[in-house]
Protein backbone atom coordinates (compact mmCIF):
# COMPACT_ATOMS: atom_id res chain seq x y z
CA UNK A 1 0.00 0.00 0.00
CA UNK A 2 1.26 3.49 -1.13
CA UNK A 3 0.61 5.98 1.21
CA UNK A 4 2.86 8.79 -0.38
CA UNK A 5 2.11 8.91 -4.04
CA UNK A 6 4.77 11.13 -6.25
CA UNK A 7 4.62 12.68 -9.30
CA UNK A 8 6.44 12.64 -12.12
CA UNK A 9 8.28 9.36 -12.15
CA UNK A 10 11.06 11.46 -14.55
CA UNK A 11 11.72 14.99 -15.29
CA UNK A 12 13.91 16.75 -17.72
CA UNK A 13 14.31 20.65 -17.10
CA UNK A 14 16.07 22.92 -19.07
CA UNK A 15 18.82 24.93 -17.26
CA UNK A 16 17.30 27.61 -15.28
CA UNK A 17 14.06 26.58 -15.39
CA UNK A 18 11.74 25.64 -12.01
CA UNK A 19 11.58 21.51 -11.83
CA UNK A 20 8.19 20.96 -9.66
CA UNK A 21 7.75 17.39 -8.31
CA UNK A 22 4.23 16.58 -6.69
CA UNK A 23 3.65 14.25 -3.85
CA UNK A 24 -0.14 13.45 -2.41
CA UNK A 25 -0.47 11.47 0.70
CA UNK A 26 -3.85 9.52 2.23
CA UNK A 27 -2.82 9.45 6.27
CA UNK A 28 -3.86 12.45 7.98
CA UNK A 29 -1.80 11.69 10.45
CA UNK A 30 1.48 12.32 9.20
CA UNK A 31 3.06 15.33 10.69
CA UNK A 32 6.40 15.44 9.14
CA UNK A 33 7.34 15.89 5.21
CA UNK A 34 10.83 15.75 4.40
CA UNK A 35 12.38 15.76 1.37
CA UNK A 36 15.32 13.88 0.56
CA UNK A 37 17.82 13.86 -2.94
CA UNK A 38 20.06 10.98 -4.01
CA UNK A 39 23.05 11.34 -6.38
CA UNK A 40 24.08 8.20 -8.12
CA UNK A 41 25.66 5.76 -6.45
CA UNK A 42 25.15 7.84 -3.03
CA UNK A 43 22.56 7.27 -0.45
CA UNK A 44 19.87 9.92 0.41
CA UNK A 45 20.45 12.75 1.85
CA UNK A 46 17.65 15.43 3.88
CA UNK A 47 17.09 18.09 1.62
CA UNK A 48 14.76 20.02 2.78
CA UNK A 49 11.36 19.23 5.43
CA UNK A 50 7.95 20.83 6.31
CA UNK A 51 5.50 20.83 9.12
CA UNK A 52 1.60 20.89 8.54
CA UNK A 53 1.53 23.89 10.39
CA UNK A 54 2.83 26.21 7.42
CA UNK A 55 1.90 26.28 3.92
CA UNK A 56 5.32 27.09 2.35
CA UNK A 57 9.11 26.44 3.39
CA UNK A 58 12.35 28.03 1.71
CA UNK A 59 15.69 26.94 1.24
CA UNK A 60 17.55 28.76 -1.10
CA UNK A 61 16.11 27.73 -4.53
CA UNK A 62 14.63 24.99 -3.12
CA UNK A 63 10.92 25.77 -1.60
CA UNK A 64 8.09 23.36 -0.51
CA UNK A 65 4.56 24.69 -0.72
CA UNK A 66 2.09 22.64 1.23
CA UNK A 67 -1.81 22.10 0.96
CA UNK A 68 -3.24 20.28 4.11
CA UNK A 69 -6.28 20.33 3.10
CA UNK A 70 -5.54 18.41 -0.22
CA UNK A 71 -3.03 16.46 1.18
CA UNK A 72 -0.40 17.49 -1.01
CA UNK A 73 2.73 18.84 -1.10
CA UNK A 74 5.49 19.75 -3.45
CA UNK A 75 9.10 20.82 -4.27
CA UNK A 76 9.94 23.66 -6.49
CA UNK A 77 13.57 24.14 -7.55
CA UNK A 78 14.20 27.26 -8.79
CA UNK A 79 16.79 28.65 -11.46
CA UNK A 80 17.89 24.36 -11.79
CA UNK A 81 21.25 23.69 -12.40
CA UNK A 82 22.59 20.83 -13.87
CA UNK A 83 24.20 20.13 -10.45
CA UNK A 84 20.52 19.46 -9.37
CA UNK A 85 20.38 16.56 -11.24
CA UNK A 86 19.28 13.57 -9.07
CA UNK A 87 16.41 11.30 -7.98
CA UNK A 88 14.23 13.27 -5.57
CA UNK A 89 12.07 11.12 -2.78
CA UNK A 90 9.61 13.01 -0.94
CA UNK A 91 8.24 11.33 2.60
CA UNK A 92 6.14 11.56 4.94
CA UNK A 93 5.89 10.14 9.12
CA UNK A 94 4.12 10.53 12.01
CA UNK A 95 4.89 11.34 16.10
CA UNK A 96 3.08 7.67 16.94
CA UNK A 97 6.38 6.41 14.78
CA UNK A 98 8.58 8.89 13.96
CA UNK A 99 11.36 6.93 13.36
CA UNK A 100 9.05 5.55 10.14
CA UNK A 101 9.31 7.35 7.13
CA UNK A 102 7.06 6.24 4.40
CA UNK A 103 9.21 7.81 1.18
CA UNK A 104 7.25 8.01 -2.20
CA UNK A 105 8.19 6.47 -5.21
CA UNK A 106 11.23 9.11 -5.81
CA UNK A 107 11.23 11.05 -9.30
CA UNK A 108 14.47 11.02 -11.44
CA UNK A 109 15.63 14.78 -12.05
CA UNK A 110 17.55 15.52 -15.35
CA UNK A 111 18.47 19.48 -16.03
CA UNK A 112 19.95 19.85 -19.53
CA UNK A 113 22.69 22.46 -19.94
CA UNK B 1 35.54 11.71 8.48
CA UNK B 2 32.67 8.97 7.04
CA UNK B 3 29.27 9.97 9.00
CA UNK B 4 27.70 6.28 8.30
CA UNK B 5 30.08 3.76 6.92
CA UNK B 6 28.82 0.41 4.94
CA UNK B 7 30.75 -2.49 4.09
CA UNK B 8 31.01 -4.07 1.44
CA UNK B 9 29.94 -1.69 -1.26
CA UNK B 10 29.50 -4.48 -3.56
CA UNK B 11 28.54 -8.19 -2.81
CA UNK B 12 28.11 -10.38 -5.77
CA UNK B 13 27.42 -14.18 -4.78
CA UNK B 14 25.12 -17.67 -5.52
CA UNK B 15 21.76 -18.27 -4.06
CA UNK B 16 21.49 -19.91 -1.21
CA UNK B 17 24.62 -18.68 0.54
CA UNK B 18 24.64 -16.34 3.45
CA UNK B 19 26.14 -13.14 3.69
CA UNK B 20 26.45 -9.95 6.13
CA UNK B 21 26.77 -6.56 5.78
CA UNK B 22 28.22 -4.46 8.20
CA UNK B 23 27.11 -0.42 9.16
CA UNK B 24 28.83 1.96 11.93
CA UNK B 25 27.86 5.27 12.49
CA UNK B 26 30.63 7.93 14.19
CA UNK B 27 27.80 10.42 15.08
CA UNK B 28 26.95 9.79 18.02
CA UNK B 29 23.08 8.87 17.11
CA UNK B 30 21.30 6.21 19.35
CA UNK B 31 18.95 5.19 16.51
CA UNK B 32 19.85 2.99 13.40
CA UNK B 33 18.10 1.82 10.11
CA UNK B 34 18.51 -0.78 7.38
CA UNK B 35 16.39 0.52 4.11
CA UNK B 36 16.46 -1.73 0.98
CA UNK B 37 15.95 0.27 -2.08
CA UNK B 38 14.90 -2.07 -5.79
CA UNK B 39 15.69 -1.58 -9.21
CA UNK B 40 12.79 0.93 -9.37
CA UNK B 41 14.59 2.71 -6.68
CA UNK B 42 11.91 2.55 -4.19
CA UNK B 43 12.98 2.66 -0.78
CA UNK B 44 11.71 1.06 2.15
CA UNK B 45 12.27 0.94 5.68
CA UNK B 46 13.54 -2.89 7.12
CA UNK B 47 14.41 -2.40 10.43
CA UNK B 48 14.77 -0.13 13.16
CA UNK B 49 16.97 -0.09 16.25
CA UNK B 50 17.11 2.35 19.48
CA UNK B 51 19.77 2.07 21.79
CA UNK B 52 20.41 -1.69 20.79
CA UNK B 53 16.37 -2.22 21.08
CA UNK B 54 14.75 -3.28 17.93
CA UNK B 55 11.88 -0.76 17.51
CA UNK B 56 10.50 -0.94 13.84
CA UNK B 57 10.24 -4.96 12.22
CA UNK B 58 8.73 -4.51 8.73
CA UNK B 59 7.30 -7.64 7.15
CA UNK B 60 10.60 -9.19 6.16
CA UNK B 61 11.27 -12.86 5.81
CA UNK B 62 12.85 -13.84 8.48
CA UNK B 63 16.26 -15.07 6.17
CA UNK B 64 16.90 -11.02 7.52
CA UNK B 65 18.41 -10.64 10.53
CA UNK B 66 20.17 -7.64 11.97
CA UNK B 67 21.91 -6.90 14.85
CA UNK B 68 23.25 -4.21 16.94
CA UNK B 69 26.19 -5.25 19.18
CA UNK B 70 26.29 -1.88 20.68
CA UNK B 71 24.48 1.40 19.58
CA UNK B 72 26.95 2.85 16.57
CA UNK B 73 26.90 -0.70 14.65
CA UNK B 74 24.25 -2.32 13.40
CA UNK B 75 24.68 -5.29 11.32
CA UNK B 76 22.38 -7.08 8.45
CA UNK B 77 22.68 -11.27 8.18
CA UNK B 78 20.78 -12.67 5.41
CA UNK B 79 20.75 -16.77 5.22
CA UNK B 80 19.77 -18.50 2.31
CA UNK B 81 19.87 -15.37 -0.37
CA UNK B 82 17.88 -15.33 -3.53
CA UNK B 83 17.07 -13.66 -7.01
CA UNK B 84 14.72 -11.29 -5.37
CA UNK B 85 17.22 -10.07 -2.62
CA UNK B 86 19.43 -8.43 -5.22
CA UNK B 87 18.76 -4.44 -4.21
CA UNK B 88 20.83 -1.60 -3.10
CA UNK B 89 20.47 -1.96 1.31
CA UNK B 90 20.92 1.21 2.68
CA UNK B 91 22.01 1.41 6.40
CA UNK B 92 20.73 4.95 7.84
CA UNK B 93 20.80 6.91 11.58
CA UNK B 94 19.50 9.73 13.70
CA UNK B 95 19.86 11.26 17.11
CA UNK B 96 16.91 9.65 18.24
CA UNK B 97 13.86 7.41 16.61
CA UNK B 98 11.44 8.93 19.53
CA UNK B 99 11.72 12.99 17.89
CA UNK B 100 9.61 13.23 14.99
CA UNK B 101 12.10 15.91 13.25
CA UNK B 102 15.28 14.68 13.56
CA UNK B 103 17.03 14.47 10.10
CA UNK B 104 17.93 10.44 8.80
CA UNK B 105 21.72 10.34 7.81
CA UNK B 106 22.22 7.68 5.18
CA UNK B 107 25.69 5.39 4.25
CA UNK B 108 26.36 4.68 0.72
CA UNK B 109 24.78 1.76 0.50
CA UNK B 110 25.54 -1.73 -0.42
CA UNK B 111 24.67 -3.36 -3.74
CA UNK B 112 24.17 -7.27 -3.04
CA UNK B 113 23.86 -9.21 -6.56
CA UNK B 114 22.49 -12.57 -6.13
CA UNK B 115 23.18 -15.01 -9.01
Known amino acids: QQQVKQSPQSLIVQKGGISIINCAYE??????FPWYQQFPGKGPALLIA?????SEKKEGRFTISFNKSAKQFSLHIMDSQPGDSATYFC????????????FGSGTRLSIRP | DTAVSQTPKYLVTQMGNDKSIKCEQN?????MYWYKQDSKKFLKIMFS???????INETVPNRFSPKSPDKAHLNLHINSLELGDSAVYFC??????????????FGPGTRLTVL
Open chain 2, 92 to 105: ASSLSGRSLYNEQF
Open chain 1, 27 to 32: NTAFDY
Open chain 1, 50 to 54: IRPDV
Open chain 1, 91 to 102: AASTLSSASKII
Open chain 2, 27 to 31: LGHDT
Open chain 2, 49 to 55: YNNKELI
